[in-house]
Nanobody
């Protein structure tokens, strides 16, 4: 069983919205709440880049390109992180990856979800 299971994403028109979810399947609650969750994306021909992150105490960071449009959140009871993407642009088209950094320094990645925004 993979540690991080992603869902959501898909196809949207410019100006539309999509949501991504990421469940930490093998984490227990007491450790998950201490982990930092994040989202990265990788467009064709480009390097993987950070999009947003949220710490265990809900401190959030965003890439400048998504500030005011994307919102990262977490539900510790469900061991899940979310990325709500509003006002999507064609340049948001990419494969989005969930990332988890544990309190003891381990890093995990999701399998990636395609997000495609048409103009």
């Amino acid at each position: 069983q993979r540690q991080l299971a992603e869902s959501g994403g898909g196809l949207a028109q410019a100006g539309g919205s999509l949501r991504l979810s990421c469940v930490a399947q093998r984490s227990i609650f007491s450790s998950f709440i201490r982990n930092t969750m994040g989202w990265y994306r990788q467009a064709p021909g480009s390097e993987r880049e950070p999009v947003a992150s949220i710490t265990g105490d809900n401190s959030r960071n965003y890439a400048d390109s998504v500030k005011g449009r994307f919102t990262i959140s977490r539900d510790n009871g469900k061991k899940t992180a979310y990325l709500q993407m509003n006002n999507l642009r064609p340049e948001d088209t990419a494969v989005y990856y969930c990332n988890m950094i544990t309190y003891d320094g381990q890093t995990f990645w999701g399998q990636g979800r395609q997000v495609t925004v048409s103009s």
